[in-house]
Nanobody, 127 residues
Framework: QVQVVESGGGLVQAGDSLTLSCAAS????????MGWFRQASGKEREFVAAFTWTGNTLYSDSVKGRFTISRDSAKTTSYLQMNNLEPGDTATYYC?????????????????????WGRGTQVTVSS
């Protein structure tokens, strides 16, 4: 089994930056793709970013150019650097991990691909 735990959420003002971390433990040597999703109040969970097993980085259109996903060399920790935050970024952010090795990156945009999930960390952006 794999456990993932997010940290780094908080309350910031519009235009500020924040970095989220996701620490994976357990069968971490085989974690090949780590992703971030978010869910705002009353809305469905949506894809934010992913770092795939091939080394590709994927982003939703809403965060492209403002958010950066990275991963440590041991592949056990993922980071989501969020710059120029907007009130629309307010949500609970979830880290996810998967052992699946799809060649098509499109699979990693959907939450159904990921087997392991953290409990989430709240990010609130005030205007």
């Amino acid at each position: 089994q794999v456990q993932v735990v997010e940290s780094g959420g908080g309350l910031v003002q519009a235009g500020d930056s924040l970095t989220l971390s996701c620490a994976a433990s357990g069968r971490t040597a085989r974690i090949l793709t780590m992703g971030w999703f978010r869910q705002a109040s009353g809305k469905e969970r949506e894809f934010v970013a992913a770092f795939t097993w091939t080394g590709n980085t994927l982003y939703s259109d809403s965060v492209k150019g403002r958010f950066t996903i990275s991963r440590d060399s041991a592949k056990t920790t993922s980071y989501l650097q969020m710059n120029n935050l907007e009130p629309g970024d307010t949500a609970t952010y979830y880290c996810a991990a998967t052992l699946k090795t799809y060649k098509e990156s499109a699979y990693y945009f959907t939450s159904r691909t990921y087997e392991y999930w953290g409990r989430g960390t709240q990010v609130t952006v005030s205007s």
